[in-house]
């Protein structure tokens, strides 16, 4: 009956418990505790129907402010293990948070959970299921989600003559409603607040000037990005011009342009001239582009020069210098005459009169072209120098005809008279050419000669293969084996024995053995505590480790789970252990050590890596604390900056080792007491996290919103490619924690990336800080900059920054635990989940570090005397953690750095 009083009346929170099979059914009281935790955790919306009808219960409207979590619950009466549904505006839900209680055997409950609700998340949910043939549906809840207004039309750069009038547009949306938009000119408002959309009408401008608008409603505000107004200017004069395909009358001409002067080129004009200065004999103005030209009717085998200049909306460039270049010369004009011919034993005699040359030729004449042909499809053409040509390899049977011309560097002249060889004609002086040629016998024995020597080779090589062949095959006769080999490792599989918890049971290669046996950590030195994050693959666990003096230090175990360890896995797994030992860097995390777990029954040991235990957790989720979290505080911009040079320095330390990182992400680097990031998660991450990974086609799980453009194309990891990655974890830093790219899928970044789309600037982000953002996107790798300047880049900009002011807001840093349950007293729900944590913990899943607890120190940038101080602390005792902290913050201590 308490439990009815409790619940069966709508509250504040829209609960509605009323259906009597609650109030009668024998309750677990572990599935009854979880089920309570699940109504109140969050806004929900249920009721219990009678039928076996889905129902979400009343508000069918329901608003809800942007980043806070929402619980959908749906039940289900009269139905055996139903197969639950949710559906928002017609398509089915792919999330993974969704769960299923069952209340008795034919009353079941559905669960679905927006844990930080965007934009995206508003629209009309319902459940389903099927029975038979038929689909149950329930009544729908419309899902509003306010927030600061949303930017559909931002104000966009643009390129203007001076003192030309112009126009900006400016458009933004809620909910809530109504937006209205106030214009900004550099640091100057314009006019007053006016309705979305806004249109700025400006007269004109004299200088480069930037112009933003802020949009305004109930919730708060948002600012644009800031469009830049340039001045338009003559273009500059071309440059690289080249001539090409030059002839005797026609030339190509090709350039680069000068810059544009932020104004579209028009034309382009080309000046030709026999000389420099001279008078202008050809010009030529073509659209562009393409920048080419073709320049005709020119005379042959002559001098010129060319220039060229181009044009957009405020006139010509300057003229680029003079280019000279030539025209070919003619080819020749006159054909050979006097073509005869003369027969003989071995063939035909051609004979012609020598062409004198005429006109401005390119180069001397020389050689003779032949072509002939016969009546049965047989032709040749024939290269001679002189007039006289031997022909060969035709029928003495068949008529002939014969054409000769003569050619020079730019062609062939015309070809002479055809002469046609009849069969019939008498054979004539044959006597007389064999006479004049003794060399001929000379030339034929030669050519026996060699044509006997290759046949000898031939032979001879024939008959070694022959011999080899034997011998092979007489010793595979013997029994003798051609190849010996001998097996490097031997398995038994069928030992039913206990494994012993060593790296020899393991199965791994010697290689790697021989890199983890300095490491191997004893698995009774440590002992295991509260589980920290968990995934598809594995957990991570906080753990105690004994020293050699007997004290115990806090650390973090990383291991897989026990029902999916493959040989694979293992070796992978340790594989990244022993990468992560060489490393050495105050912002790269260290391994401490790898133990194994042993088991019973004859199974493998669980490879455990043990790493060093990171107080304040996982970077992305002290960024989302700071913003949502139940006490959220303010980070001061001198603090994410230096987060930004701390991840730097370990990428710049992993880059010059030749390491890529493939995951970096702001889930991927842990932030250690004194405040200061280390690059973490070297591949293990993939084994662990699972939130931010994509699985396409058969491949496995990606991070496609942190990847390149290389790697989502071609599957390129490089370090250019963890450029990239980082340029994505800075917008996490700055934005403190929001997701990129909110509203695209997974399945389509590639092509908005392909079209030019880049993530937008961040609220209050700094242009030189954005600019360093927007290089590390280049679709060029080789145009990122490294991450030695990112460094130096980064590190010029904080240093430019002023220290904390007493204005700000303080900075609440969680630097002391609670006393966490131990591992028997949790609860866990069906298929694995964990009940939801706060918005404010700091911890997440494959989090190197602990959740905070509600014990907490408020470091006030305005100075040590704002400092709480403790009743049993001297004033003279040395600093405590959270003045030391408060000193890192404001520079007034060393930081460690790279």
Not at 26 to 47: A, F, V
Not at 227 to 253: C, D, E, G, R
Not at 255 to 281: H, Y
Not at 882 to 895: E, F, M, T, V
Request: with cysteine.
């Amino acid at each position: 009956s308490q439990r009815r009083e409790g619940m069966g009346k709508e509250g504040e929170e829209g609960f509605l418990l009323s259906h009597p099979v609650l109030l009668s059914f024998p309750w677990n009281w572990l599935r009854m505790s979880l089920l309570m935790q699940k109504l109140h955790s969050g806004r929900e919306w249920e009721i219990f129907p009678e039928t076996g009808q889905p129902q979400i219960g009343a508000p069918v409207k329901l608003t809800v402010s942007q980043g806070q979590p929402v619980k959908l619950n749906c039940s289900v009466e009269g139905m055996e293990e139903p197969e639950i549904q949710w559906v928002k505006d017609g398509a089915v839900v792919q999330s993974l948070d969704q769960m299923y209680i069952s209340v008795s055997e034919q009353h079941w409950i559905g669960f679905l959970s927006l844990k930080s609700v965007e934009r995206s998340d508003a629209g009309r949910y319902w459940c389903q299921v099927e029975d038979g043939e038929e689909i149950e549906i329930s009544q729908p809840v419309w899902l509003t989600v306010e927030g600061v207004p949303f930017f559909t039309v931002e104000p966009k750069d643009l390129a203007v003559p001076p003192n030309a009038p112009f126009q900006l547009s400016c458009e933004a949306v809620g909910p809530p409603e109504p937006v209205t938009i106030i214009w900004w000119r550099g640091g100057t408002k314009i006019g007053g607040p006016a309705p979305s959309p806004s249109v700025l009408n400006v007269t004109g401008v004299t200088q480069r000037t930037e112009f933003s608008c802020e949009a305004h409603n109930r919730k708060g505000l948002a600012s644009s990005r800031p469009a830049i107004v340039h001045l338009q200017a003559l273009p500059a004069a071309p440059f690289n011009i080249t001539v090409t395909k030059l002839s005797s009358s026609n030339a190509s001409v090709a350039w680069m342009p000068g810059a544009d002067g932020r104004a579209v080129l028009q034309s382009c004009t080309v000046q030709v001239t026999q000389a420099p200065g001279d008078w202008e004999v050809l010009a030529v103005v073509v659209p562009v582009p393409p920048f080419t030209c073709l320049l005709r009717d020119l005379e042959p085998a002559t001098n010129y020069s060319l220039r060229v200049r181009c044009t957009n909306a405020l006139g010509p460039s300057p003229y680029a210098d003079w280019v000279p270049f030539q025209t070919k010369g003619l080819a020749p004009s006159s054909a050979p005459q006097n073509l005869h011919a003369i027969r003989t034993d071995s063939g035909l005699i051609l004979e012609w009169e020598e062409v004198i040359p005429e006109g401005p030729l390119e180069g001397p004449l020389g050689p003779y072209k032949l072509f002939w042909i016969q009546d049965n499809g047989t032709q040749d053409e024939l290269t001679v120098e002189g007039t006289r040509a031997n022909l060969t390899g035709w029928d003495p049977q068949k008529d002939l005809i014969v054409r000769v011309c003569v050619s020079n560097a730019v062609g062939c002249g015309p070809w002479s008279q055809p002469l046609v060889v009849s069969s019939h004609d008498h054979e004539g002086q044959q006597g007389l050419l064999t006479a004049a040629h003794p060399w001929v016998p000379v030339v034929l024995g030669v050519l026996t000669a060699l044509v006997t020597a290759a046949a000898l080779a031939l032979i001879l090589l024939r008959k070694r293969r022959k011999e080899t062949r034997q011998a092979f095959d007489s010793v595979m006769a013997r029994g003798e084996p051609a190849v010996h080999f001998r097996a490097a490792r031997s398995f038994n599989r069928e030992r039913p024995e206990r494994i012993e918890a060593t790296l020899d049971s393991l199965g791994i290669s010697d290689e790697l053995k021989d890199k983890l046996e300095d490491v191997l950590i004893p698995e009774q030195q440590f002992t295991l505590g509260r589980m920290l994050g968990k995934g598809e693959f594995g957990s991570v666990r906080e753990a105690q480790l004994k020293q050699e003096d007997g004290s115990f230090v806090k650390v973090a175990v990383k291991m897989l789970k026990a029902d999916i360890i493959a040989s694979s896995d293992i070796e992978e797994f340790l594989r990244e252990a022993a990468c992560m030992k060489e490393f050495d860097h105050p912002h790269v995390a260290k391994l401490v050590g790898v133990s194994l777990r042993s088991r019973a029954k004859g199974r493998l040991p669980i490879p455990m890596v043990i790493l060093p235990f990171m107080k304040h957790g996982d970077l992305h989720a002290f960024l989302l604390a700071s913003r949502i979290g139940e006490n959220p505080f303010n980070l001061p911009l001198q603090t994410l900056i230096r987060f930004m040079v701390d991840i730097a320095c370990g990428m710049e330390y992993l880059s010059s080792r030749n390491f890529i990182h493939r995951d970096l992400a702001a889930r991927n680097c842990m932030l250690a007491e004194d405040m200061t990031v280390c690059v973490a998660d070297f591949g293990l991450s993939r084994k662990i996290y699972s939130g931010d990974y994509y699985r396409q086609g058969c491949a496995s799980k990606l991070p496609v919103k942190w990847l390149a453009l290389e790697s989502l194309a071609d599957n390129l990891y490089t370090v250019h490619s963890d450029v990239w990655a980082f340029g994505v974890t800075m917008w996490e830093i700055m934005t403190r924690g929001q997701t990129p790219y909110a509203g695209i899928e997974n399945a389509e970044i590639y092509n908005y990336l392909i079209g030019g789309n880049r993530l937008k600037q961040p609220p209050d982000c700094m242009e030189d800080v954005y600019d360093l953002m927007y290089q590390c996107w280049s679709a060029d790798p080789k145009q990122r900059p490294s991450f030695t300047c990112l460094r130096m880049e980064l590190e010029n900009i904080l240093g430019h920054l002023s220290v904390l002011s007493a204005s700000q807001d303080p900075l609440y840093i969680n630097i002391e635990r609670a006393e966490q349950p131990t591992e028997e007293g949790s609860l866990e729900l069906p298929c694995g989940d964990q009940p939801s944590s706060r918005a404010g913990d700091i911890s997440g899943m494959g989090a190197v570090g602990g959740t905070p607890s509600d014990y907490r120190y408020i470091l006030s940038p305005g100075g040590l005397t704002e400092l709480p101080v403790q009743a049993d602390q001297q004033p003279e005792s040395p600093l405590n953690d959270a003045q030391r902290l408060l000193l890192l913050q404001q520079g007034l201590l060393p930081h460690s750095s790279c």
